[in-house]
């Protein structure tokens, strides 16, 4: 079992930045990737950014030279640092771990 916990949600206008946590207990393998996905209403789940056990990341091109995903295995924590945020960020954010999921943090952006 994995438990997930997401924080850092909230509103901020256009061209601003916000920064989510997540922190993980359980059964956490620091080898395997954590993953941040978020649906936006009526819109389909969508990966935004992953991290390897190793630090490799990858993004989705819509968040590409705006958002960095980090982790911290000592404090089995992963973060995303959203800069330069558009109204078309607005969406659930999710953080992801061996195929378990969180509750959702709701980030919304202004026009």
């Known amino acids: 079992q994995v438990q997930l916990v997401e924080s850092g949600g909230g509103l901020v206008q256009a061209g601003g930045s916000l920064r989510l946590s997540c922190a993980a207990s359980?059964?956490?393998?620091?080898?395997?990737?954590m993953a941040w996905y978020r649906q936006a209403p009526g819109k389909q789940r969508e990966l935004v950014a992953t991290?390897?056990?190793?630090?490799?990341?990858n993004y989705a091109d819509s968040v590409k030279g705006r958002f960095t995903i980090s982790r911290d295995n000592a404090k089995n924590t992963v973060s995303l640092q959203m800069n330069s945020l558009k109204p078309e960020d607005t969406a659930v954010y999710y953080c992801?771990?061996?195929?378990?999921w969180g509750q959702g943090t709701q980030v919304t952006v202004s026009s």
């Open positions: 992801v771990h061996r195929g378990y």
């Open positions: 991290i390897t056990g190793g630090g490799s990341t």
């Open positions: 359980g059964s956490i393998f620091r080898f395997n990737a």
